[in-house]
Nanobody
């Protein structure tokens, strides 16, 4: 089993930055694909970014050029650096690991964290 704990969310002004962390325990996630998703009130959970074990990265079009996903295998942690934040980035952000299929689909991930809130004020 893998336990995932997100942190780093908070309130930030538009144009600001945050760095989210996804700390894994129970098993190393070094060889797993790890993804970040977000869910705004009244909306479905949507893909944000993912990183493969070899460092390949995937981004939603809405965050390309603004968000960066990276991992520190020594810390068993995956990060999401978010720059140039917009009000529409406001959501609960979740990390997930070990997808059994399309990395863009939340339904295929086996492990999930509890989420961290990000609020961007305009």
């Amino acid at each position: 089993q893998v336990q995932l704990v997100e942190s780093g969310g908070g309130l930030v002004q538009a144009g600001g930055s945050l760095r989210l962390s996804c700390a894994a325990s129970g098993r190393t996630v070094t060889y797993y694909i790890v993804g970040w998703f977000r869910q705004a009130p009244g909306k479905e959970r949507e893909f944000v970014a993912a990183i493969g074990s070899g460092g390949s990265t995937y981004y939603a079009d809405s965050v390309k050029g603004r968000f960066t996903i990276f991992r520190d295998n020594a810390k068993n942690t995956v990060y999401l650096r978010m720059n140039s934040l917009k009000a529409e980035d406001t959501a609960v952000y979740y990390c997930a690991a070990d997808p059994r299929g399309d990395v863009y689909s939340p339904q295929v991930y086996n492990y999930w964290g509890q989420g961290t809130h990000v609020t961007v004020s305009s």
